[in-house]
């Protein structure tokens, strides 16, 4: 046991398939996508490799020891290594016989295979439905593939002399040592020795005879790997022929293969033509003349020149075979039929002839050894030995014949072109004599054919097939590398090559013998594949015109119209004699098979010519000479073979790819009724003639239907070059269009080609892709439009009346949105093909065109789904009778073909074909993806795909592997369908996965359908049997290096799109944070540097970190909400640092926040800003958001009215359903510009016509700009997109996670980006677009700093700086916005606002901030951060002068609503910041600001009185409030009260009749407005106090700022008071039950009057309005007065509500404090009152009467006076002075105990501050804790007011006692009468009192002789009684808690002594008048 463990297997590592696999994945890196930083890896792998190199294809050889281990692994087990586990593990029976099969299999070591099965299982999940073995058998090929494919990409890389690589010079040293190396340690002869041994077909039979191979699938997986190894191996010796040339001991290896080679079925495979073509660049001469110099350098080093014994050796060794050779030939006829001999005869006689031709060029060179000199004198012989064993024959059907010989193979082809043409020029003697022979055997021939006689045997055709080997080459070689150029002089002057090939070519057409002459004619056909071949052709025969030669246009057509004119009489006397001779040979009889032949040739070459170039397809067709489409439309009515007639139709339609032909031939074709279509139905059809009857009688019976499939070639090319058949085609005669035509394809072809016979079964497949392609086109080119469903009638010559044009794709529109035999034809071609193409038969000749037909059927099905909804809609409008249905219900019908309802299925199983046909599979899903977005069948459909498992999987794995090979970028034509197929699999699965319920995109992702989405578990491939899945699929696509950017941005999307679902994010962002580490490695590998990219692909590339950073803002918000902190601080970390790296496995790197934040904030300071080196990924990224404006020029027009075409392109503007980007419409536009020419030529409109052409240029420039116009707005949405999805991330970054993530560094962070952003927005030219949302996160950002700022202070004085740059960004972006931009405006005033609140933040905290920086700080002139701040500010904005308090005031004047608000909250800001200059105040005064905001009072007053219907928007109360805001801080100063009343403040409010407005709430609050006041919309009430009380407030500041000696307010005050006296008079009348608005409005009310009512000077005018005012006032006063016995005894109201259960706390506590503010505003009152009475102060205004009895018995007097009302008319009585005394006693307990609670509030809070989190989390969370601590703080606050009010109270009822006292005690004098104010008021009862009697509260210079007020009517006892009771009510107890108060509280007022004094004057009157 224990040596067993000593051998382990590590399946991960398996080494038969993973280190190949590293290898090749590293060198394709390297190599092939130029990846230079690879290149230390590079070496190293290539060095651990090089013994594998050597070895190649070799594996460790099987051992009894190892085999023992095995058998016993099931009981001692055997050592695992793996990542997830690592020990000893027994293994099953099955699994060690399947390890036995494999090692015998491949002949590899037991433990190998035992790791190589073991990695099969886990790469399971890649190959669904195969076994680990089947699996293991791919992986083992794969790896010997990835090992060949390494060492064939390493040899091209290696530096040579015939191409050059891109990678980097160091590299290619490297790898080129390495090369040499292996090739000089023998590494060729082991290549060939294997490629000898590697034969595919017995190695397929060893894997089946061990039940190794499964279905067809993996047979093709498994065969195509074995080729592709065999032909690396191969290529590998190609290329380094190529590039290095061959020794001479190689050159033999290669020569004695190929000698030796045993064909199979005598063709040649791809490995086998590299190596041939490996041969004959070993042997190539050419390089030597090249230049007209030798070669030096490379050349001259390569061995056939430097080893003199290289010729002589390589001449030996072929002339040694030359007797055998001979044999072979000589013996040919007798064994004829053996192939072998023929292709190994072939085979050296092309050896021979490219020798020859080196030899040949060789004795050209003048440095040449004797030996190699000598040899070259044998050239002649070897050519001829060649010659005559058909060399030209063989390369002609060996070579250019076999599959692996294409055109992408550049080095084959010019090798090839290297032997013709070298033969042509270095031989012109041997040419010149096989054409000489070649004639004499044409002669001979035509001899014999004449007498009738057969040719002998022995007649060479060397120059035949070498004139059929230059056309059938030069054809394959078409116009991909232009070689064929050089036989038609192109250049000026032409080379002397060039003279040589032209001389040959034209000498070869001369007196040509007519057996030569086909043969010719496909020289010239196959030399014009290319426009400027064709155009030489054309011209080269028109010339020999001119001279009579047979082979020239004028003798071509001049012969085929003599055919014409000589067939068109032979009209047979009836139809059985017609289908007598068709049924035989089709043939005339006057036409030889030579000359059919020759015919077949002249119309091919008229196809090539007239296909390769439209220049020449013009002159043919438009010659009048040779009226080539009336002679070739004339020979098919004539009797000629159907072979004949095919190529005749196939040179018509070349001639119709020109819409200037195609007009031309449509109506010829017409005419000629080569398809009756006039009026013959039926068999009638069939009698008459045409095609029809060549289809029914000819081509069936023969079983191959060449004319069918040429005959809509035809059609298929007239409908490409017309786009539409010709409305008008028939006119006259019958029903005009193209419906006989269609009717025939579709009626006669379409349906009936399954059921006719087919000699070969390929040709089915043909006809129905010819059918299909036109079907296709004309669907395709078919704009669905109203015009087409509406029915017009048209009249005939005959006068029958017919149905007009109808498009034909209208009508295959209505057939394929029906259950007709088309759509079901369609389908059954779809289900048949693929069960075919599911059986991966290669080789068969049916391939090909069975996938034309099958991927043209899928695109009719896609262009009816992307049509289908226009025509229904505009059949829905035109109410047609047509009943249709959508094709998505159509498909899920019953399939005709299998019996299941199963087409969809069946069509999506086509995307298990993306390997072998990526554009089956392309169209294929955008089916599925069509007809799964609709969400009415989603249930159904899943039903269907869930259906069979095994289907369902095929059809997971071909969308799974379509996905991943979209990272496969590369290009060609191939790799772009790939790329498709990836974009549209990834569309599908956007489009359908947010539809509501669970579908195919949902099982498609891995999502468990069968139960709640959100419950499932992802979980990464292999474990618990999870396959993969498209969402495994675009993981690894993103993982990718090398992934197209547009597919990335794709797959961004979708997981965006999984993320932001609701059903599908848990499962998915559970997956990518835990399984995939997504969100971490994506941004750190993220790049914001793209300086080499273009626009195009920068904008892509945003697209993709668009979609990430949305879905990183939701990851982050949940990771938040989640409380996962650490990767949450994970994320942060990566989001603010800008060099972490990601490891894998380890997750981020080691930084943390420490690092990424607090070791660079400091520093950014320090710079401008900060060096982008430097910034943070989330401000790089910003930095990827370009601001600037792109500019889309004027478009200049000459012939149309820029005007109108402008507003065309409005009008075609559409915008996208999901991004919202609007663009135009091109092709609506392209159509309505062409309308316009159509009907200005036909009216003639636009005066003198403008030529056609110039006005189509003209729409080509229309055009191009609408194309700009899209490109500049998609490129703006992107710039939108991206910068909204860094807004998210960052407001989830600062708003959203926890504050602890980012520490006390969130200022800083802010700061920084703010700068970033505010910097972008103020360069020059920015986008409009991105302004306004940039202002919006600057007010954001700005929210952030401000409660940053706010909850913290301003601790650190490192963003001082930062801050200033901020506040001059906003004041430029508010100076610089144009007014447009109202949006941007207002955010920044928002941004601006907050600024301001920040500088008052802390100095709102503190009331006397110069008290709490100490004396030593005022002294020393220290300031605090705020301060500092709010200083700086307003340096920085003064220092914009005017013009920013300009712009402000206007927008606050006459902006926008929101602008307007936020500008007036700005200079209320602005004006509390620096109130001592009232710089602001005085720029509105003097600019009239001032006076416009009062009169916009007036003039919004009845906005506002509709304002108060709740139905009203809110936005004008908003206005007023801010209005009123500011007018309040304004009036804080004496100068800004002053200014306002002198601009007519209190008149304008006066006017104001919304004031009057004042709702019923004499019975409290309604059910409505209860109901309202519950939600957002205030009720009426609310919307009323919302006006009032900012008016109140304002008329207390005015108040407080000018004094009580300024009498000139208080009356402008009054007067407003006066003005509006009704609802002023209800509120102080009160509620039957008071609420706590009505209190909050009555305290402000009360706090005006008693600072205006008790200090209005009335004027002693008798004037009526004066008059009048005095007298409201007076009543005001009176009503004023009633509410000190119900306010003033605070104590019965704190019982009440307590006694109230229906108060909430905070309620109950607001109302507490209004009560105790009225009750101070009543003792003000009184307190005024009775100090302004006279300045005598012998005199008191008595208000209260002479008794303190009451005071004795507290809780008596206390029900008295809340029982009755002393101030109402019944009440004769004034109140008790006891009310203020036990005012004064109450007032002093509670002071003293809200002096406690404060004490008590004030060290919780301190503790609460100071505690630590351990302290803090024992009370619960932090929000918690941070809740608990503000609860505590407004507590505080509220516990200050009300301390404050207390003390008011207090002071007040003293003096006013004090004050009584003194006048009852030693002034007032007793009499019998009452004359106080309270008697006064009861005799204005009981007797009118005159309207001029003053006032009683006038002051004593209007009123003299005191002694009439003194006879006071106080009698003796009530005086005696008061001095008896005064010293037992203010006792001395009293006292000293006065003092006690004095010292604990009153000492930190500036009142401080005032309370002592009072209590002191007490004690003296109580003393001297009681005692």
């Not at 979980?1019 to 090398?1042: F, K, N, W």
């Not at 920040?1398 to 030593?1416: H, I, Q, W, Y």
């Not at 409290?1564 to 957002?1576: N, P």
Request: glycine share 4%; net charge negative.
């Amino acid at each position: 046991m224990a040596a067993n463990t000593k051998l382990f297997v590590n399946p991960e590592q398996c080494r038969l398939w993973r280190p190949y696999r590293e290898l090749h994945s590293s060198v394709t890196d390297a190599i092939i996508n130029g990846n230079s930083l690879v290149q230390g890896d590079l070496e190293l792998i290539l060095r651990k490799h090089r013994t594998s190199f050597l070895q190649v294809m070799q594996t460790n050889p099987k051992t009894s020891q190892h085999r023992k281990l095995i058998d016993e692994a099931n009981k001692e087990g055997i050592h695992i290594v793996s990542s997830s586990h690592s020990g000893t593990c027994k293994l099953d029976d099955a699994t060690i016989a399947e390890t036995l099969i494999i090692s015998d299999l491949f002949n590899i070591n037991e433990l190998e295979a035992l790791e190589l099965l073991l990695a099969g299982e886990q790469q399971m999940t890649h190959y669904p439905g195969l076994t680990r073995g089947l699996v293991a058998v791919l992986l083992f090929h794969d790896g010997r593939r990835c090992l060949a494919t390494s060492l064939r990409m390493l040899v091209q890389a290696s530096a040579g002399r015939r191409y050059s690589t891109n990678i980097s010079r160091d590299m290619q040293a490297f790898i080129t040592e390495y090369t040499n190396q292996q090739m000089s340690d023998g590494l060729l002869n082991r290549i060939l020795g294997h490629l000898s041994e590697l034969d595919n077909k017995k190695l397929l039979e060893k894997l089946s005879e061990q039940r190794a191979l499964g279905d067809a699938k993996h047979r093709h997986q498994v065969t195509s790997l074995i080729e592709e190894t065999r032909q690396s191996l191969a290529d590998t010796v190609f290329y380094w022929s190529c590039q290095k040339g061959m020794s001479r001991l190689d050159t033999l290896s290669l020569f004695n293969w190929l000698k030796d080679l045993k064909p199979k079925d005598g063709k040649l495979d791809g490995a086998t033509l590299a190596i041939l073509m490996a041969f004959l660049y070993s042997i190539d001469t050419t390089s030597f003349l090249e230049g007209g110099e030798e070669a030096e350098g490379t050349t001259a080093a390569l061995p056939i020149l430097s080893d003199s014994t290289f010729v002589p050796s390589v001449h030996q060794a072929i002339r040694s075979h030359s007797n055998t050779l001979t044999q072979l030939w000589a013996g040919r006829s007798a064994s004829a039929a053996d192939p072998t001999s023929e292709f190994r005869s072939g085979l050296l006689a092309c050896l021979q002839f490219a020798w020859s031709l080196s030899l040949r060029i060789l004795s050209q060179c003048s440095v040449l050894s004797e030996a190699t000199a000598g040899v070259c004198e044998g050239d002649e012989e070897l050519v001829e030995l060649a010659l005559q064993q058909d060399v030209f024959k063989f390369i002609y059907d060996c070579v250019v014949k076999s599959p692996s010989f294409t055109v992408e193979e550049e080095f084959y082809i010019r090798k090839l072109h290297s032997l013709i043409t070298d033969f042509i020029c270095h031989m012109p003697l041997k040419t010149k004599e096989l054409r000489d022979i070649g004639e004499d055997s044409a002669r001979i021939l035509l001899t014999h054919l004449q007498d009738g006689s057969e040719p002998p045997n022995s007649l060479r055709k060397d120059f035949q097939h070498f004139l059929c080997l230059i056309g059938d080459f030069y054809a394959l070689e078409s116009n991909e590398y232009q070689l064929a150029e050089e036989f038609w002089c192109v250049e000026r002057p032409p080379s002397p090559k060039q003279v040589s090939l032209h001389k040959f070519l034209r000498l070869a057409g001369e007196l040509i013998p007519p057996p030569l002459f086909v043969p010719y004619l496909k020289m010239l056909e196959g030399l014009s594949s290319s426009e400027t071949g064709a155009i030489h052709c054309f011209n080269l025969l028109k010339t020999n015109g001119e001279h009579s030669s047979t082979v020239s246009w004028d003798h071509i057509f001049s012969s085929l119209n003599q055919y014409f004119t000589s067939l068109r009489h032979e009209v047979a006397s009836n139809e059985s004699e017609r289908v007598r001779l068709a049924s035989r040979n089709h043939m005339a009889r006057d036409i030889t098979e030579h000359e059919l032949a020759g015919l077949i040739a002249v119309c091919k070459l008229i196809t090539q010519v007239s296909t390769q170039s439209p220049q020449v397809r013009y002159a043919i067709a438009d010659s009048q000479q040779w009226l080539a489409p009336v002679i070739l439309f004339g020979l098919l009515g004539c009797g000629v073979s159907i072979s004949l007639k095919s190529e005749i139709l196939r040179a018509l339609a070349a001639l119709a790819r020109s819409a200037e032909v195609a007009s031309n031939i449509w109506q010829t074709l017409e005419l000629s009724q080569l398809l009756v279509t006039s009026g013959v139905e039926g068999t009638a059809a069939k009698a008459a003639g045409g095609l029809l009857t060549e289809l029914e009688n000819v081509e069936s019976r023969m079983e191959t239907y060449p004319m069918l499939r040429s005959f809509l070639s035809l059609i298929d090319n007239l409908c490409l070059s017309s786009g539409q058949p010709p409305e008008t085609l028939g006119a006259g005669y019958r029903a005009p269009g193209f419906h006989p035509y269609l009717n025939f394809i579709i009626n006669d072809v379409v349906l009936k080609f399954s059921t006719r016979g087919y000699k070969e079964a390929s040709e089915k497949w043909q006809v129905a892709a010819s059918a299909f392609s036109v079907l296709h086109r004309l669907l395709s080119s078919h704009t669905v439009e109203p015009e087409n469903f509406s029915k017009h009638l048209v009249e005939l010559s005959t006068g029958a009346i017919v149905s007009d044009f109808q498009a034909p794709g209208h009508t295959l529109l209505t057939m394929l949105l029906q259950s007709s035999h088309l759509l079901k034809t369609l389908l059954s071609v779809i289900s048949e093909g693929l069960q075919l193409l599911l059986q991966y038969d290669l080789t068969s000749p049916v391939r090909k065109p069975l996938e034309k037909a099958t991927l043209l059927a899928l695109q009719i099905l896609n262009v009816t789904l992307d049509k289908q909804d226009d025509f229904l809609n505009f059949l829905r409008q035109a109410n047609h009778p047509t009943i249709v249905s959508r094709l998505e219900k159509l498909l899920l019908g019953i399939n005709s073909y299998t019996g299941q309802a199963d087409h969809v299925v069946t069509i999506a199983r086509y995307a298990s074909l993306v390997n072998l046909l990526p554009n089956h599979a392309l169209h294929a899903v955008c089916i599925t993806g069509t007809v799964c977005r609709q969400p009415a069948i989603q249930t159904e459909l899943l039903s269907l795909f869930m259906a069979d498992t095994l289907v369902s999987r095929e059809i997971l794995s071909g969308l799974v592997e379509g996905i991943e090979q979209g990272a496969e970028w590369s290009s060609g034509e191939a790799n772009s369908v790939r790329c498709e197929m990836a974009s549209a699999s990834i569309k599908f699965l956007l489009d359908t996965v947010n539809l509501p319920s669970t579908n195919i995109s949902h099982f498609l992702l891995g999502f468990n359908v069968h139960k709640p989405l959100f419950q499932t578990d992802l979980q990464i491939p292999g474990q618990t049997g999870v396959y993969r899945t498209c969402l495994h699929a675009v993981l690894s696509l993103m993982e990718c290096d090398h992934t197209p950017p547009a597919l990335l941005e794709l797959a961004y999307h979708l997981i965006y799109t999984l993320c932001s679902n609701p059903d599908t994010s848990s499962p998915t962002m559970r997956y990518l944070r835990n399984t995939q580490d997504f969100f971490i490695k994506t941004l750190c590998k993220l790049k914001f540097s793209h300086n080499e990219a273009t626009e195009e692909e920068l904008s892509v590339i945003i697209k993709q970190q668009t979609w990430f950073m949305k879905t990183l803002a939701i990851e982050l918000r949940l990771t938040s909400i989640n409380k996962q902190r650490s990767h949450t601080q994970s994320l942060i970390n990566c989001l603010l640092d800008y060099n972490t790296t990601y490891t894998e496995g380890g997750g981020r790197g080691s930084a943390d926040l420490s690092r990424t934040v607090l070791s660079h904030t400091s520093q950014y300071h320090s710079l401008e800003l900060f060096h982008s080196s430097m910034k943070s990924r989330l401000l790089q990224f910003l930095d990827l958001v370009s601001f600037h404006d792109i500019g889309l020029g004027d478009i200049m027009l000459e012939h149309f009215n820029t005007t109108s075409v402008m507003q065309v392109l409005s009008s075609c503007e559409e915008q996208a359903p999901e991004s919202g980007l609007v663009s135009i419409n091109i092709p609506q536009v392209h159509q309505l510009l062409v309308q316009e020419i159509n009907l200005a030529q036909q009216g003639n409109s636009m005066g003198p016509l403008a030529h056609r052409d110039v006005l189509l240029a003209e729409i080509k420039q229309i055009l191009a700009y609408a194309v700009e116009w899209n490109t500049v707005r998609e490129a703006v949405n992107v710039r939108l997109q991206a910068f909204d999805s860094w807004r998210q991330v960052t407001e989830v970054l600062l708003s959203g996670c926890p504050a602890e993530c980012l520490g006390d560094k969130r200022p800083d962070i802010i700061v920084n980006i703010l700068n970033a952003l505010i910097r972008k927005c103020l360069q020059d030219g920015c986008l409009d677009d991105l302004i306004s949302p940039a202002c919006g996160v600057i007010l954001s950002l700005m929210a952030n700093l401000r409660q940053s700022v706010f909850k913290d202070g301003l601790r650190d004085t490192n963003i001082d700086n930062g801050l200033q740059v901020i506040l001059k960004g906003i004041l430029n972006l508010i100076v610089t916005s144009s007014g447009s931009l109202q949006r941007a405006r207002a955010n920044l005033y928002g941004a601006l606002l907050y600024y301001l609140q920040m500088c008052e933040s802390e100095l709102s905290k503190d009331t006397n901030p110069l008290a709490s920086r100490g004396v030593f700080g005022v002294l020393e002139g220290k300031q605090s951060a705020t301060e500092k701040l709010a200083k700086e500010a307003l340096h920085v904005i003064y220092g914009f002068g005017d013009a920013i308090l300009e712009v402000i005031c206007r927008d606050a004047c006459d902006g926008l609503n929101v602008s307007r608000m936020l500008a007036l909250s700005c200079l209320d800001s602005l004006s509390a910041l620096d109130p001592p200059s009232c710089h602001v105040l005085r720029f509105m005064s003097s600019h009239g600001y001032i006076r416009h905001l009062l009169e916009s009072l007036v003039q919004s007053d009845s906005i506002l009185v509709q304002s108060l219907d709740p139905a009203q928007p809110l936005r004008h109360l908003y206005i007023y409030e801010s209005t009123m805001s500011l007018l309040s801080r304004l009036a804080m100063t004496a100068q800004g009260a002053s200014a306002l009343l002198n601009s007519g403040l209190m008149m304008r409010l006066a006017e104001c009749s919304v004031y009057d407005a004042k709702p019923n709430l004499s019975h409290g609050l309604s059910a409505a407005d209860s109901m309202d006041c519950e939600g957002f919309n205030p009720s009426v009430s609310s919307r009323y106090r919302q006006i009032l009380l900012p008016c109140l407030k304002l008329c207390q500041t005015v108040l407080i700022s000018l004094g009580t000696e300024n009498e000139n307010a208080a009356d402008q005050v009054m007067k407003f008071i006066v003005a509006h006296g009704d609802v002023f008079h209800s509120t102080l009348r009160g509620q039957t039950v008071e609420t706590c608005d009505s209190l909050e409005e009555l305290s402000l009310l009360t706090a005006v009057l008693c600072r205006a009512a008790s200090f209005t000077a009335v004027s002693q005018s008798e004037e009526e309005r004066e008059l009048m005012f005095r007298g409201q006032v007076s009543r005001i006063q009176r009503r004023l007065g009633s509410l000190i016995s119900k306010y003033l005894l605070v104590d019965d109201w704190m019982k009440m509500f307590g006694a109230q259960e229906s108060l909430d706390e905070s309620e109950r506590c607001r109302m507490t404090v209004y009560v105790h503010e009225i009750a101070a505003n009543i003792s003000t009152y009184c307190r005024n009152v009775v100090a302004n009475s006279t300045h005598d102060p012998s005199y008191c205004r008595v208000l209260f009467g002479p008794s303190l009895s009451e005071a004795l018995d507290q809780g008596d007097f206390t029900s008295k006076s809340t029982s009755r009302d002393y101030w109402s008319s019944s009440s004769l009585a004034p109140p008790s002075l006891s009310l203020m005394v036990i005012q004064i006693k109450q007032a002093s307990a509670k002071l003293l105990d809200a002096l406690d609670d404060h004490k008590q509030l004030q060290t919780r809070l301190d503790s609460l501050s100071d505690c630590s989190e351990a302290v803090r989390g024992e009370t619960g969370s932090d929000a918690v804790a941070i809740e608990t601590k503000q609860e505590v703080r407004d507590r505080l606050e509220r516990q200050t007011s009300i301390i404050q009010l207390l003390c008011l109270i207090l002071e007040n009822s003293l003096y006013i006692v004090w004050r009584h006292l003194d006048f009852y005690l030693t002034n007032c004098i007793p009499e019998n009468r009452d004359t106080s104010l309270f008697r006064a008021h009861h005799s204005s009862v009981s007797s009118m009192r005159h309207l001029t009697e003053k006032s009683l509260n006038v002051s004593s210079t209007e009123q003299d002789k005191p002694k009439s007020i003194i006879s006071s009517g106080i009698t003796q006892e009530e005086l005696d009684t008061l001095k008896e009771t005064t010293p037992s009510v203010i006792d001395e107890p009293l006292l000293q808690k006065l003092a006690a108060i004095e010292q604990c509280y009153a000492s930190k007022r500036t009142h401080f002594g005032y309370i002592g004094a009072l209590s002191r004057r007490l004690r003296r009157l109580i003393n001297l008048h009681c005692c």
